[in-house]
């Protein structure tokens, strides 16, 4: 068995009775966003909508959406998991059960769901399983986790539509997580908008090079 088979079998098998147990303090966000001068929490601007996404090392994953005309404000933090409000260095480990991951907050009235999923699909590898180039560990794989029927249906779509493009291109198998979103934990302070404040700062994202076509337009009904 390879080693990133051992990693992804690994996350496979760890359960809530085998994860760090956190603790009930939230980690606490109260400064604005830097980029976007708009604020980390809800309330959100009426009319906007949000989901989490998970596409590797957060910092350059909440910049590639930061960057994106529509979205309203960003936040890193930690989803998928087990671990109740995790800190940075216990998601590390591996034991939390989870991935490091975006909250996009975006307008609907200028970009639609459909783009903000191209984006995801575009923006980095997700055929990798638990890594995302040299990053390596559960903590990295890639990820969708949705708030409405409609845009589980969606995300559903474009990865069926991505992968035929994938699969044209002669690249992998995607391997990104999509599941209803259970709870968003936010990172530590030090992390939110980290390569604004740190612009020579790393950032392992990569991507396919593959075009994801949008307008697969699915209804929740």
Same mark, same amino acid.
């Given at each position: 068995?390879?080693?990133?088979?051992? =990693?992804?079998? *690994?996350?496979?098998?760890?359960?809530?009775?085998?994860?760090?147990?956190? *603790?009930?303090?939230? !980690?606490?966000?109260?400064?604005?966003?830097?980029?976007?001068?708009?604020?980390?929490?809800?309330?959100?601007?009426?009319?906007?909508?949000? !989901?989490?996404?998970?596409?590797?090392?957060?910092?350059?994953?909440?910049?590639?959406?930061?960057?994106?005309?529509?979205?309203?404000?960003?936040?890193?933090?930690?989803?998928?998991?087990?671990?109740?409000?995790?800190?940075?260095?216990?998601?590390?480990?591996?034991?939390?059960?989870?991935?490091?991951?975006?909250?996009?907050?975006?307008?609907?009235?200028? =970009?639609? =769901?459909?783009? =903000?999923?191209?984006?995801?699909?575009?923006?980095?590898?997700?055929?990798?399983?638990?890594?995302?180039?040299?990053?390596?560990?559960?903590?990295? *794989?890639?990820?969708?986790?949705?708030?409405?029927?409609?845009?589980?249906?969606?995300?559903?779509?474009?990865?069926?539509?991505?992968?035929?493009?994938?699969?044209?291109?002669?690249?992998?198998?995607?391997?990104?997580?999509?599941?209803?979103?259970?709870?968003?934990?936010?990172?530590?302070?030090?992390?939110?908008? &980290?390569?604004?404040?740190?612009?020579?700062? &790393?950032?392992?994202?990569?991507?396919?090079?593959?075009?994801?076509? !949008?307008?697969?337009?699915?209804?929740?009904?």
């Amino acid at each position: 068995m390879s080693f990133l088979s051992r =990693i992804a079998n *690994r996350h496979a098998s760890l359960d809530a009775s085998q994860a760090l147990p956190g *603790r009930p303090e939230e !980690i606490p966000v109260t400064d604005p966003h830097a980029v976007l001068d708009a604020s980390l929490q809800a309330p959100f601007p009426e009319g906007s909508e949000q !989901i989490v996404v998970a596409m590797g090392c957060f910092w350059g994953a909440a910049r590639k959406f930061w960057q994106t005309p529509g979205v309203v404000s960003t936040a890193v933090g930690y989803a998928g998991g087990f671990t109740v409000n995790p800190t940075y260095q216990e998601t590390c480990t591996g034991q939390t059960g989870h991935t490091e991951a975006v909250l996009v907050v975006f307008d609907p009235e200028q =970009i639609s =769901i459909e783009q =903000i999923l191209k984006v995801f699909w575009e923006g980095h590898d997700p055929t990798q399983g638990p890594r995302q180039g040299t990053d390596v560990g559960t903590q990295y *794989r890639s990820a969708i986790y949705t708030n409405s029927d409609e845009q589980l249906a969606l995300v559903q779509a474009t990865r069926a539509v991505f992968q035929s493009a994938l699969t044209a291109a002669h690249k992998g198998e995607i391997t990104t997580e999509i599941a209803p979103l259970d709870t968003f934990y936010y990172a530590e302070y030090y992390h939110q908008q &980290y390569l604004h404040k740190n612009p020579g700062g &790393y950032c392992g994202l990569g991507d396919t090079g593959v075009t994801c076509p !949008i307008g697969v337009g699915v209804s929740a009904d």
